[in-house]
């Protein structure tokens, strides 16, 4: 059984920092394309960021410039560095893990979140 399981999270003021990691159990991490996602109450799940196998970077415009995706494959990790937080960012946030081998079907893995609170 895949696991992901976050941790990191937790309550910060305004214009603080959070580290989130999302360490993996069970797969070939590094054939992995890996991400977070976050949901705000009464809002659906939306991407935050992305890093494919190769260390290519996707972010939402929302956090361009303040949070960085990064990736340790020798630790079956997944990092995201948060900086200049904003009320805004309060959601959960999950990790995700994405791999769509040539011929079988795609494999995509869920952690359980971490609570992030931006809060004065």
């Known amino acids: 059984q895949v696991q992901l399981v976050e941790s990191g999270g937790g309550l910060v003021q305004p214009g603080g920092s959070l580290r989130l990691s999302c360490a993996a159990s069970?797969?070939?991490?590094?054939?992995?394309?890996m991400g977070w996602y976050r949901q705000a109450p009464g809002k659906q799940r939306e991407l935050v960021a992305t890093?494919?196998?190769?260390?290519?970077?996707n972010y939402a415009d929302s956090v361009k410039g303040r949070f960085t995706i990064s990736r340790d494959n020798a630790k079956n990790t997944v990092y995201l560095q948060m900086n200049s937080l904003k009320p805004d960012d309060t959601a959960v946030y999950y990790c995700?893990?994405?791999?769509?081998?040539?011929?079988?079907?795609?494999?995509?893995?869920w952690g359980q979140g971490t609570q992030v609170t931006v809060s004065s």
């Open positions: 995700n893990a994405d791999w769509k081998p040539q011929l079988a079907p795609r494999r995509e893995y």
């Open positions: 069970r797969v070939i991490f590094s054939v992995y394309a």
């Open positions: 890093i494919t196998n190769s260390g290519i970077t």
